[in-house]
């Protein structure tokens, strides 16, 4: 799988490197979002674009909310919804903050013959590299599972209801 990354977010993270915030206590906002780029999936050329905004309600807790498309030769999907996300263990002397998330929302998925709208769970395990004091990079294993075949298979079926993903993107935290 090839992927690549926004040169627009990357240029923002950096400029926002210069904001002041300790990373995830309380009162802080942040940014997150990721691109991935697959030019060899068996569904023709699959782009992944996921955009999470939120504040830290409590240090370490964050709330608020995303939106996403997914688009491929098979389906093209919309979705957005409500997120959390709790730091595991933040030790500010480390560049490494490992988290638990949680999303729940809706989504549109469209295909050749269809059109869904689907309630999702989603659960999410990562961890957030800080290069600076705002600046990170965020991976992630999403899970999600919908009350519609909206995700892309490649097993006999085209489409089920559950997705796995590994996600890579950068957040800025201000």
């Known amino acids: ?63 608020g909310g995303y939106a996403g498309v997914w688009d491929n030769d098979l389906i093209t999907i919309l979705e957005g919804g409500a997120t959390g996300k709790y730091h595991v263990l933040d030790n500010l002397a480390s560049p490494f903050s490992p988290f638990i998330g949680a999303d729940v929302g809706i989504l549109n998925c469209s295909t050749a013959n269809d059109d869904v709208f689907a309630l999702v769970l989603g659960a999410r395990v990562g961890l957030d590299i800080f290069l600076t004091e705002n600046v990170a990079i965020e991976t992630s294993l999403d899970a999600h599972v919908a009350t519609d075949d909206v995700y892309t298979d490649d097993g006999d079926d085209p489409l089920t209801n559950n997705d796995i993903r590994l996600k890579a993107g950068f957040a800025i935290f201000f």
Not at 11 to 16: M, T
Not at 40 to 60: H, R
């Open 1 to 63: 799988m090839k992927s690549a990354t926004s040169p627009l977010l990357l240029a923002l993270c950096l400029l926002a490197s210069a904001a002041t915030a300790a990373r995830t206590d309380e009162g802080t906002w942040s940014l997150a979002g990721s691109l991935m780029v697959d030019t060899a999936s068996y569904v023709g050329t699959d782009i992944d674009l996921d955009l999470y905004a939120g504040q830290y309600v409590q240090t370490g807790f964050l709330l």
